[in-house]
């Protein structure tokens, strides 16, 4: 089990940082799915297992904003990361929790609904990265296009939208340039083989 202080140096040790963010986060962000698994620094997790949103924990200050955001900086591969940054989740404006250990997701406003790890088969071992971000204020949503929405009848997901992202331009073009400050992450391994 990853603690606080493993946490930055399982992000550097695994290329999370520099891949993903510049610096590691200061803190662990806890993750646990619907059958119990949880998300340890760097643990391999089966793919069907993660196919649903997990619950976040994370200590939360009243009247602040977070942003949750989930990619896969290794699609293709780690070895040819053609879409660098792929969003798998990514939710802004979430309130910050009194007192409490909660993230309080569902009251966010999502830019990138929920999906699973998907890895191709024959890819590698992939990342899957967890980053908690505090906004410096609630983030204007009305002009925001969410990514990802599925299309033809619900069937498909629009991947394309999820490819190649730069979150910190993101930010600055959302959100009048400021950037939210790093507060905790994680992450976890998984492959498919065949």
Same mark, same amino acid.
């Given at each position: 089990?990853?603690?606080?202080?493993?946490?930055?140096?399982?992000?550097?040790?695994?290329?999370?940082?520099?891949?993903?963010?510049?610096?590691?986060?200061?803190?662990?962000?806890?993750?646990?799915?619907?059958?119990?698994?949880?998300?340890?620094?760097?643990?391999?997790?089966?793919?069907?297992?993660?196919?649903?949103?997990?619950?976040?924990?994370?200590?939360?200050?009243?009247?602040?904003?977070?942003?949750?955001?989930?990619?896969?900086?290794?699609?293709?591969?780690?070895?040819?990361?053609?879409?660098?940054?792929?969003?798998?989740?990514?939710?802004i404006n979430i309130p910050g929790v009194a007192g409490g250990q909660g993230v309080n997701v569902p009251q966010g406003f999502v830019v990138s609904p929920y999906m699973g790890?998907?890895?191709?088969?024959?890819?590698?071992?992939?990342?899957?990265?967890?980053?908690?971000?505090?906004?410096?204020? !609630?983030?204007?949503?009305?002009?925001?296009?969410?990514?990802? &929405? %599925?299309? $033809?009848?619900?069937?498909?997901?629009?991947?394309? #939208?999820?490819?190649?992202?730069?979150? !910190?331009?993101?930010?600055?073009?959302?959100?009048?340039?400021? &950037? %939210?400050? $790093?507060?905790?992450?994680?992450?976890?391994?998984? #492959?498919?083989?065949?």
């Amino acid at each position: 089990m990853a603690d606080s202080g493993d946490i930055s140096s399982l992000f550097t040790h695994h290329q999370v940082a520099p891949d993903v963010v510049p610096q590691p986060p200061p803190k662990k962000l806890t993750l646990v799915y619907d059958d119990g698994s949880s998300v340890e620094g760097g643990n391999e997790m089966l793919i069907p297992n993660t196919q649903r949103e997990p619950t976040v924990s994370f200590p939360t200050t009243a009247g602040r904003h977070y942003s949750l955001i989930m990619i896969d900086p290794d699609n293709f591969s780690r070895e040819k990361p053609t879409f660098r940054q792929f969003v798998h989740w990514w939710v802004i404006n979430i309130p910050g929790v009194a007192g409490g250990q909660g993230v309080n997701v569902p009251q966010g406003f999502v830019v990138s609904p929920y999906m699973g790890c998907a890895p191709d088969a024959g890819s590698g071992r992939h990342r899957y990265v967890f980053l908690l971000y505090e906004q410096q204020a !609630a983030i204007p949503t009305e002009s925001i296009k969410v990514l990802g &929405q %599925p299309k $033809l009848l619900g069937l498909l997901a629009n991947l394309d #939208e999820r490819k190649n992202h730069d979150i !910190a331009r993101w930010y600055n073009d959302n959100a009048g340039g400021q &950037q %939210p400050t $790093l507060q905790a992450g994680n992450f976890f391994f998984a #492959e498919k083989t065949a």
